[in-house]
Each structure stands twice: as C-alpha cells, then as structure tokens.
C-alpha cells in the first residue's frame, strides 16, 4: 500500500539494536507520524542469513514510502542506508549515516565472528536474531565496497561519529571526505550507540541537518 506522507523519515537501526532503538531519539522529535523505523530482524526470519536478501527486503520496505524522504541509518542501518541511496537516488531527500563503513573491515568481521562462536544463544535473543543467522550475515557483508560509487551520491549528506567510537571515526571521516555535499559532526561523550547515549544531541542534529534540507515537519526540542 503506498503511504501518503510528505519527506518521511526512515530510521535504520544497527546490528544488535531494534526498531526501538530509536525511540529515546524520536522523543525528541515532533510529528511521530512521520518517522519509519523498520525491524531488520523480521526481513531475515529464515535462511539464507545473508546480506543481499537484508537489503532486498529492506529496499522493499522502503520503495512505498512517500518520496523523497529522508534516510538515516547507524552502523549496519548506514549500510543499507547508503546501498540505498546508490541505487535509488531520486528517493532520497537526505542521508545521514551513522558510525558508518563504506568498505568493510574484513578482519574486524572475522574477529568479531570468533567471539560470536563463543557466546550463547541467549546473548543474542535481545537483537530478534538467531545467533547462526548474526555470524551468517556479518560474514556475507566481508565483500562489501561502495568507495567507487561514492562519488555518484549527489544529496546533501551528514556523517555522524560518537567521539568515543574509535572503531569507525576514521572511515566516517573518509567516507564525509569522499561525498560531493556531505559534512562530518562528531558528538562528545559519545560512543558507538549514539541513538542511546546521545538521543537528544542526535535529535537536534537531524532536526537541524533536515530543516536545511527544505523539511519542516520536524520539530526539536
């Protein structure tokens, strides 16, 4: 069903968050009805666990929603989030990613699939993922490269990176660096979960980034 709304906002949350990540965040913004947060879990409920069908059914979600809008994506969100943006510019109002990786760090996904391993079912029952299908998509996402088809990416663009997030600060400066209109902000005392430890800076942020952007259904506080 297409759903009839003036420059939405769709928030993508990262891996081993929920939709609901985001709600300390959107409580710091007016007119709620005009925010999207898609549960990536319930796109990966059977196997393969892969990456390509995330962002197939993520693309799906997305296609009926009013455009152009805005679209904000943290971690793997800034991931898909950007995937989207490539392939479907005329959608997209604006982008914001968040703790964002452009190319994968492939020794970092191997690591952090090592420990994955060695944890137990249950420590993955709060992100709606099983654990095989965690291990089974960070390892699909290895190949991944956008560096080339950055370029392409013409719509206003804001790289934000929590000040403690030492994982991703380089890539997000890399990745600001490497877009036409796109500019890099930093939030203090913050890590990598900047929805949850920084809801109302990262509110104002997007009210700010958005209102620039020619919207005016959001509303800071």
Request: charged share 15%.
């Amino acid at each position: 069903m297409k759903i009839n709304d003036r420059h939405p906002l769709i928030l993508v949350h990262g891996l081993g968050q929920e939709a609901s990540s985001w709600n300390p965040t959107i409580s710091f913004l007016d007119h709620q009805q005009h925010i999207f947060c898609p549960e990536l879990s319930s796109f990966l409920k059977q196997a393969p666990y892969t990456y390509e069908i995330l962002y197939q059914h993520f693309s799906a979600y997305c296609n009926p929603i009013s455009a152009p809008f805005h679209l904000c994506g943290l971690s793997l969100g800034a991931v898909l989030a950007l995937h989207y943006a490539l392939d479907h510019p005329e959608n997209v109002q604006s982008l914001i990613l968040i703790a964002p990786q452009f190319q994968m760090p492939k020794g970092l996904l191997r690591f952090q699939n090592i420990l994955f391993r060695f944890m137990p079912q249950t420590a993955f029952a709060s992100t709606g993922f099983s654990k095989k299908a965690f291990m089974d998509l960070t390892h699909s996402m290895m190949s991944l490269n956008f560096t080339d088809a950055l370029k392409r990416i013409l719509c206003p663009v804001l790289v934000i990176c929590g000040e403690k997030d030492n994982t991703n600060k380089k890539a997000a400066r890399q990745l600001a660096d490497s877009m036409i209109n796109a500019r890099l902000e930093v939030i203090p005392n913050a890590g990598h979960e900047v929805n949850l430890e920084q809801p109302e800076k990262l509110a104002s942020m997007i009210y700010h980034f958005n209102s620039q952007c020619g919207n005016d259904i959001f509303h800071s506080l």
